[in-house]
């Protein structure tokens, strides 16, 4: 699979809802997905990024693959952390993020059976930035005005974009 960059629009659209138990597709597209992850290497894509548009996503933060259908932050902390973060469809740049320190996202499995994650540093940042890729929200939406411009213009430079 092909991982998208930005400014492909197809990172812009919003993806669909998914049935686990009926969608006898999702268990290949989360083998590719995982494939294209580790290969890039990543540690988590939504299904957005290979123009696939289900709520799909995966990660591994060196604990195993987990895949997520209709993943939802359902509780975030008033408490906030600025990190940097990069995305594999924005190679070669890195941009401050502020989020959620601790999150808490509800999905179902491959098998349609519900289950949660409650989530704090890196896994609550990847879990809220995989999940926005699905609303079609991106890194650069995510930063303040400025840093969001010298990012832009980094990411022209670094992908030879004009
Ligand atoms: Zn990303």
């Known amino acids: 699979m092909v991982i998208l960059s930005h400014p492909n629009p197809a990172l812009r659209q919003r993806a669909y809802d998914v049935d686990p138990a009926s969608d006898r597709s999702l268990r290949a597209l989360v083998r590719s997905m995982a494939k294209t992850m580790y290969d890039a290497p990543g540690v988590g894509l939504a299904a957005t990024q290979v123009g696939v548009h289900k709520r799909v996503v995966v990660f591994d933060l060196e604990e195993g693959l987990i895949a997520m259908c209709n993943p939802q932050i359902v509780e975030r902390s008033d408490e906030l952390e600025t ?20 999150c808490v996202c509800e999905a179902r499995d491959l098998k349609g059976e519900a289950f949660k994650i409650a989530a704090e540093g890196m896994l609550a940042r990847v879990l809220q930035h995989e999940v926005d890729h699905l609303d079609g929200v991106l890194i650069i939406d995510r930063a303040t005005p400025e840093d969001r411009l010298a990012a832009v213009r980094r990411y022209r430079e670094t992908n030879d974009l004009r």
Do not use: F, M, N, Y
């Open 83 to 102: 990190d940097e973060e990069g995305c594999l469809s924005l190679p070669g740049i890195t941009v401050p993020v502020s989020r959620a320190a601790r």
